[in-house]
């Protein structure tokens, strides 16, 4: 019961104060330092990359890392959000893949990109909102099982659906240039990532959503005593991760000018990742669309640079696995830190 | 100290609540007034925190009535009874560890514009919040390492005065504190009880839920003692009548 520092008698208090006042400077650095690491790491690979292959840094490499990343980077930001809540999207690969094999069917009927591009882009978000929906309402412990089923039902869907049950080609015009073509130098997807981006930045930061669904993600049964709509904000996030993965299938379908239901395999994987090592926590309440999107440049980095080198491929899976522990310990560090913290605070005179 | 004896701002009739097969609440009725502080005692499992939380809209009684300033009120959610007036702090879930103080002041009732939008799309006024939540912890002597870091890294006395800043600034009729200090040391104790005799001055009534005889002592113009569900006195502490207090709480009648 006796709190260790705080109740000594005053002549002890004051060095413990002093004490605890460099203690206090220390942790600041070391949690400074974890909240820049991710970008610090990303900016340091970068410089390694670009010194062993001069390729690297070539503007039409650059190009080529930004529009194989965009579609983790978008699908990444919808994850952070579901991350945020403590939650999980497993099934945002297999819905990329299902809203491409939609476009291509729509597209078989009417040739309108904006058509389809809707189509893809709403079968994404009604997805997003089963998957909301079953969790909040299901009474589930943990969308995990939920979005794992999605995952499955998903690529069954789109496997039945897509003719021949496999990939068909072809995309509108205007598809296959916001996937793949390029303006000022610069590949369209990139502003397509900038501009989501930039929209949900927004909404987490400046409106009260994303207030509500930063205390979600703190602490669920204080939202609740605090009258905070929790299940809506829930529903929200998945429809938004959703929504992510159905304009993933818009760049990805214009860039293959193809929808299949063999795309996006994986890519829970990959955007968890992004998320972790982009520096979120997978404790629910702490990460921003940074880290989204931090993460899934590191990965696109990675992957490209070992291709540049000549590296197996199966090493780019265990050096991004090697990265995702790291990136876990350092949160759990965090959180120790943090406990620290509070720690000298309580010994410090006030 | 003691408040006029006229018309309570809250009064409980009759209060039962059962979980399944345990009573927790067998008929109490209490009342408390403005500028008073009224100690809830008993031992654990004594229902304490099963009626502030019928009071705090968490739980609905089975039986009984709630009134408010006379008027006869039913509280279905924590939000109704905050709508209502009635701020309740609790041991562990005061904060959100992610969250600045001032974005934990504002939490669930966030200012933000404009108002013809839907509540959660609208925009917030971050700046007018941290201002005003600045203000009132300047006003309380709160002193916080950084008012713009989250309050996980504050010290548990730092987060409950932070908690009991946010109450004094939203109640307008009743503030409960469930052994707001419980995980306190002496000095952050001391802190957190300055601030609930501030409540008391500002005009509040406050119940406090404590184990700490001197705490009751110091602050609670009144106490009720509750054991295994049922009210079994009710007393205005002091030193002479302490140990009758002690008695009636573990349940040893002399
Ligand atoms: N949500 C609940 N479900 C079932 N039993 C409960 C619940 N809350 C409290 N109880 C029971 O009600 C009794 C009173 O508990 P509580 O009000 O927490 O006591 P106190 O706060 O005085 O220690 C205890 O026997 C406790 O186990
Ligand atoms: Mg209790």
């Known amino acids: 019961m006796v709190n260790i520092a705080g109740d000594r008698p005053v002549e002890a208090g004051m060095t413990s104060e002093v004490r605890a006042h460099h203690g206090l400077s220390w942790i600041s650095l070391g949690l400074w330092l974890l909240g820049v690491g991710p970008l610090l790491i990303l900016v340091v690979l970068v410089g390694v990359i670009a010194a062993l292959t001069p390729d690297f840094l070539k503007p039409g490499n650059i190009a080529n890392i930004v529009s194989q990343t965009a579609v983790i980077a978008i699908v990444a930001v919808g994850q952070h959000l579901v991350i945020l809540t403590r939650g999980i999207d497993l099934s945002v690969g297999a819905n990329l893949a299902l809203a491409t094999v939609i476009g291509g069917l729509v597209y078989r009927q009417v040739d309108s990109a904006f058509l389809v591009m809707l189509a893809m882009v709403l079968a994404g978000g009604a997805v997003g909102a089963i998957n909301g929906i079953a969790y909040v309402f299901g009474r589930l412990p943990h969308p995990f099982i939920i979005t794992l089923a999605m995952l499955s039902i998903c690529r069954g869907l789109a496997l039945e659906l897509a003719i021949g049950h496999t990939t068909m080609r072809g995309m509108p015009d205007a598809i296959a240039v916001i996937g793949g073509a390029s303006s000022f130098g610069i590949p369209n997807s990139f502003f397509i990532v900038f501009g989501v981006a930039l929209l949900i930045f927004v909404m987490a930061k400046a409106m009260v959503w994303g207030r509500w669904t930063y205390s979600v993600g703190g602490q669920p049964d204080a939202a609740l005593r605090m009258g905070i709509p929790v299940k809506g904000v829930l529903i929200s996030t998945y429809v938004i991760s959703g929504l992510c993965a159905g304009i993933g299938a818009v760049v990805l379908a214009g860039r293959t000018e193809a929808a299949s239901p063999l795309y996006g395999n994986l890519l829970e994987l990959d955007t968890i990742a992004a998320v972790i090592i982009g520096g979120a926590s997978f404790l629910g309440g702490r990460g921003h669309i940074g880290h989204a999107l931090v993460g899934a440049m590191m990965i696109g980095v990675i992957r490209n640079a070992l291709n540049l080198l000549g590296v197996d491929v199966f090493f780019q899976m265990i050096a991004i696995g090697l990265i995702i522990v790291i990136a876990v310990e350092a949160d759990v560090l965090r959180n120790h830190l943090e406990g620290r913290a509070r720690v000298l605070q309580a010994a410090r005179v006030s | ?254």
């Open chain 2, 1 to 254: 100290m003691t408040a006029t004896r006229s018309n309570p701002v809250l009064a409980i009739r009759n209060a039962e609540k059962q979980f399944g097969a345990v009573h927790a609440l067998k008929g109490v009725s209490l009342e408390a007034h403005r500028g008073e502080v009224l100690a809830l005692l008993g031992d654990n499992g004594a229902g304490k925190s099963t009626l502030v939380k019928c009071i705090s809209g968490v739980h609905g009684l089975d039986a009984g009535q709630i009134f408010l300033e006379g008027e006869k009120v039913s509280l279905p959610s924590p939000a109704a009874a905050r709508r209502a007036g009635i701020e309740t702090v609790y041991q562990d879930l005061a904060l959100f560890d992610n969250l600045t103080p001032a974005q934990n002041f504002y939490c669930g009732r966030e200012i933000a514009f404009p108002s013809w939008l839907p509540a959660g799309l609208r925009f917030l006024s971050s700046r007018k919040m941290d201002r005003e939540a600045a203000a009132v912890l300047e006003r309380l002597k709160v002193k916080l390492p950084k008012l713009e870091s989250p309050v996980a890294l504050m010290s548990g006395g730092q987060r409950q005065a932070i908690a009991v800043a946010r109450a004094s600034v939203f109640a307008r009729k009743l503030v409960i504190l469930d052994e707001p200090t419980a995980a306190l040391g002496l000095r952050e104790s001391r802190k957190v009880l300055d601030l609930v005799a501030q409540l008391r001055v500002e005009g509040n009534a406050v119940i406090l839920i404590t184990h700490n005889m001197e705490h009751v002592l110091e602050l609670a113009d009144r106490a009720v003692v509750l054991r295994q569900g049922r009210k079994v006195g009710e007393l205005k502490p002091d030193r002479n009548n302490q140990q009758q207090l002690v008695s009636l709480i573990v349940g040893a009648e002399s």
